[in-house]
Structure formats: C-alpha cells, structure tokens
C-alpha cells in the first residue's frame, strides 16, 4: 500500500494498519474496547483521524511494557477532549504505571527464582509448589489435580475403590 499523504487529514482502516504496523483486526479491537474511535462514510467505511497514529503507538508502547489495555484506556479517557498524548502526557502516565510495573518485575523475579521448584502446572498437590501450592494446601481436599477437577469429578474421587 502507497504512504498515505503527510497532510491527509483521515486514514483509512488499511492504510492506518500500513503507517502503524498494527493488524486491521487488532485496529478494530480497539475500536471494540474504546481505545481508538472512527468515524463512518457514507458507504460505512471507517475513517480515523490522523491523530489516531500517536494514540495507537501509546497503546502498542503500553503493551511492550506490560499495561493492561484498561489502563491504557483509562489514560486516554483522561486526557482532555479525548485528545492525543503528547510527551508530557506520556512522562505523567508512565510515572504513575511505575509502581505497577516495579511490583509486576518484582513477581518476575520470584517467579524466575523459584521457578526450578515447580513442574510447571501447579495444581498437581505435589508436597512442593511454592508458586500455586505451598505447603502442599490442595492436597488435604484430595489426589490428584485438585485446580482442574469439576466438583463432580472431585466428590468421585472421594469415593473409596474396591
């Protein structure tokens, strides 16, 4: 696809999934969630307001870092009439996910660190799993994969075997 004009004011769905980099079906995701809005022509195609390339590369850089789409919602939601970021937004924002993001590496870390002690399910109420099972608590409601069992399946393997 052609670069869209630097001075076109509206892009199209395809040529704003060419300019960001972002799939059509990721673009109306968004759209879906609130993230980004369009508007409609009167053949009922989307049309996104030029501005809508930044508000896509805060969502996409929201992402990388790990930011929920909520919260990337919610700071765009703030800013006002729904305009797009600039860099002081950005420095603002990023700032108040800074804690987020020092408790979710926090957890990586533990995770990484312990991680030898796990065989990966977690729910298998082996004697050690200090991720999902420490100190073995799913073992005293029975054998076997007590996080995957349905209640019925449960009561049955209650029941003694002859």
């Known amino acids: 696809m052609k670069k869209p004009a630097f001075d076109l004011k509206e892009l199209s769905v395809g040529q704003l999934a060419a300019r960001s980099g972002v799939p059509v079906t990721a673009l109306h995701f968004y759209e879906e969630k609130g993230l980004i809005h369009s508007r409609r022509t009167t053949g009922n195609q989307r049309r996104y307001s030029r501005d809508t390339l930044r508000r896509v590369a805060f969502i996409r850089v929201a992402q990388r ?64 799993c200090v991720l999902r099972n420490r100190d073995d608590r799913l073992g005293d409601e029975g054998a076997g994969p007590r996080r995957l069992l349905t209640d019925r399946l449960a009561d049955e393997s209650h029941v003694a075997t002859p």
Do not use: F, N, Y
């Open 65 to 128: 870092v790990g930011i929920p789409l909520r919260m990337a919602r919610e700071a765009l939601d703030g800013l006002p009439e729904g305009r797009t970021p600039t860099r002081e937004d950005w420095a603002r924002l990023s700032a108040g996910w800074r804690t987020e993001l020092d408790t979710r590496i926090d957890q990586l870390v533990r995770l990484r660190d312990d991680l030898s002690d796990c065989i990966g399910c977690g729910c298998l109420s082996i004697d050690k």
